[in-house]
């Protein structure tokens, strides 16, 4: 059985969902996404991606074309289409369709479109094992803040570490650590504190990441919010990474070195079960 999909106000098989050849979302990565984990059929975070993509819209000068209230029905309207209990709900909004031309059309009426994706978020068996990272160049545009869908280098430095026989990429400028290619990374010292880099156009201003430095401060555990090199990355006592459905993913080694003693870290483990016991209770 096909998903039911949504598409500017239809709810249509997957298969009979099409786009316009002229989207710019299509021609120029002239749209963004949001990404809202469900569990138990209810929204994850959801007030969150609601703020950022907002936020995207705002800067790109791209209007929503439903309102708060019905883009949040439209949200529960496809799980219950698609009887979703555990996974994801992927938005993507675009400027619309019009003639080629890199200057923006001024009447284009946006492309709003939702999928789901069905994914074991609660029981990811990654948790239990950690994943390993490899540092690749970061070679992403510059408004990273802003969450489109340019997503062919993090694609690139996926492959690549993939290739060089490593689950996900944590990209490097000037220096120092930006974030994984589709994640925020961050790092336990050996006295116990947690890093993170701190927001700015460099990175993706993470719904999870937001909650992990909330629920960390609210358990005692120090934090920082700086950036930080690969060196103290690779002689962290722990790493891990946080995104909207995979919440809190154990890094185990860097380029092939251990992290810590190779296996997810007890600060690690703590901050995911603090955070789905608090948000899945407080999923709408």
Same mark, same amino acid.
């Given at each position: 059985m096909s998903r039911i999909v949504y598409l500017n106000g239809a709810w249509l098989p997957e298969e009979d969902a099409k786009v316009s050849i002229f989207d710019r979302g299509f021609l120029f990565a002239d749209a963004i996404y949001e990404v809202t984990g469900v569990v138990g059929g209810k929204l994850l975070e959801y007030?969150?991606?609601?703020?950022?993509l907002q936020r995207s819209m705002a800067e790109l000068g791209i209007a929503c074309p439903l309102s708060p209230d019905e883009l949040l029905e439209v949200h529960r309207e496809i799980v219950r289409r698609n009887a979703l209990e555990e996974g994801l709900i992927y938005l993507q909004?675009?400027?619309g369709a019009a003639d080629r031309d890199f200057a923006y059309p001024k009447d284009a009426t946006p492309t709003l479109t939702l999928f789901t994706q069905a994914?074991?978020?609660?029981?990811?068996?990654?948790?239990?094992?950690?994943?390993? +990272? $490899?540092?690749?160049p970061d070679y992403r545009w510059a408004r990273r803040d802003i969450k489109t869908v340019q997503l062919l280098y993090p694609s690139m430095a996926k492959m690549e570490a993939t290739a060089r026989g490593a689950e996900e990429a944590w990209l490097v400028e000037?220096?120092?650590?930006?974030?994984?290619?589709?994640?925020?990374?961050h790092i336990i010292t050996a006295e116990g504190t947690l890093v993170t880099r701190p927001l700015s156009q460099a990175i993706l201003h993470g719904i999870t990441r937001a909650s992990i430095v909330e629920i960390a401060q609210q358990a005692g555990i120090a934090c920082e919010e700086r950036a930080f090199?690969?060196?103290e990355a690779k002689a962290a006592a722990e790493a891990f990474m946080t995104s909207a459905t995979n919440f809190v993913?154990? +890094? $185990?080694a860097i380029d092939g070195q251990p992290v810590g003693a190779?296996?997810?870290?007890?600060?690690?483990?703590?901050l995911r079960a603090l955070y789905v016991a608090r948000k899945v209770a407080n999923a709408i």
């Open positions: 007030q969150g991606h609601a703020a950022r909004i675009s400027r994914k074991a978020v609660l029981d990811n068996p990654k948790v239990a094992t950690g994943i390993s +990272v $490899v540092l690749l000037d220096g120092f650590v930006t974030e994984a290619s589709a994640a925020n990374a090199t690969p060196e993913l154990p +890094v $185990v190779g296996t997810p870290g007890p600060l690690t483990l703590k």
